[in-house]
């Protein structure tokens, strides 16, 4: 017999031992309910852990397709002088590694009147056909509104957070007070402009009572810029890497103007899932070795209920690393079964976490998050395979370093001193 068939004989015998003392009715209930405690909780560990993880994949997600589909991944802003000939700029630009596309911008603050009542207001100037190129806004703005805005139309798109706010309807004429700048840059008396509201911003979160859109020359009209535009708005291939981008860009581009990036803006929510992602691999390791803790409990107490059993094996010719396996073996079953059961509900809760939440809210009459504030409404839940396999390879290589030390204490069993008894 050659040396892999002596292998896989001795291997097959410690595990067919360790699964018939695992299966075998002990006299101690207690060893029994550890050993089922210790398989309950790494399953529960899982099943906990991977719903976290799969909310925070599903938020960073919803981060990157939403969110950053209607905020620029990159910009550039005139400093002293509006930047000349921005299709120029942009081809040159394009060249640079991540660079896909630039559109121009005129931003322009305001106040929205109407009566007595005031809000802020962010109008941004653009060209609609450029834009649709940069960012996905045309997916939330009311169909046809974007094609209305033509130069000199006085037209307006409105976040539908400012439409509810003052009770706009399409056709409306919306007031826009202006501030103008005085000498040695103090602000002089506002100008009002009148806008025609065609449209209607629908994004969801805080973005809606801010934003609005006009065409770029008449932005022109309102920041008194003659010539060129006040930023170029970019997107990038990597968003994760939009900070070098953009320095690189600062680098390549002629005039004086500030960087800025959308980590700058909107990065806070990025930086709080990354932050809760590494929580959660911290509470990870601490729930599977706490878990470890009842794997260790129950073969210490397994292997001094079979002493007799383990120091009769030793006489017959078992030897000391075939009995490690034998409770090696015992305890890597509870933390198989664990595993499956865990990663099996799991599984089943994340990828229907969003119905789940949803039936929730409407049996409780509960928000877990308001369209209001956030960007989404509902509970965002993206299932990976690879987070399910880093959460059962953990668990299993803890589980096994945790049965080394009771296996080890079994195969230092004296059998004459324990049937010498």
Sequence with gaps: MNNESKLGLTFGLSSAIGVRFLMAKSSNRFI???????????????????????????????LRDKLLSVVPHGEIVAVQEPISNWESVVADLKHLPGVIEGAPVIAVKGL??????????????????????????????????????????????????????????????????????????????PTVANFNLVGSFNFGGQLDSLQAYIHLDDARTLANVENGVLGIRFKFDDIFNATDIIRDIGRNVRSYVYLSDWTRKQGHLYNDIKLVQMITYIVLVL?????????????????????????????????????????????????????????????LISVNLAEIVQFLEHSFSIQVLSGDIYFIDALPSEFRLGDLAILVGAT??????????????????????????
């Excluded at 397994?302 to 034998?326: F, P, Y």
């Excluded at 803890?398 to 004296?414: C, D, E, G």
Aim: net charge negative; aromatic share 6%.
């Design 32 to 62: 029994s309910f550890i050993s089922m405690t210790a398989m309950f909780g790494i399953a529960i560990g899982i099943t906990v852990l991977l719903v976290i993880m799969s909310a925070m994949n599903g938020f960073e997600q919803q």
């Design 112 to 189: 929205v009147l109407q009566g007595s009542h005031l809000s802020g207001i962010a109008l941004d100037g653009i060209v609609p056909s450029q834009e649709a190129q940069v960012m996905s806004s045309l997916e939330y703005v009311t169909a046809g509104a974007w094609e209305k805005l033509t130069p000199g139309s006085n037209n307006i798109i409105l976040g539908q957070g400012l439409i509810d706010k003052f009770n706009f309807e399409l056709g409306d004429d919306i007031s826009v007070m202006i501030p103008k700048k005085g000498e040695k840059g103090r602000l002089s008396s």
């Design 287 to 347: 729930v599977i070795a706490v878990a470890s803790f009842n794997i260790v409990s129950t073969l210490v107490m397994a292997v001094n209920d079979k002493e007799s059993e383990i120091a009769i094996l030793l006489t017959m010719g078992l030897s000391q690393g075939q009995v490690k396996r034998i409770f090696i073996v015992q305890g890597m079953i509870n933390a198989t079964f664990g595993c499956i059961l865990g990663g099996i509900l799991g599984s």
């Design 396 to 421: 299993l290589s803890i589980s096994f370093l945790a049965t080394l030390y009771p296996a080890s204490n079994a195969a230092k069993i004296k059998p004459a001193l324990v049937l010498g008894q």
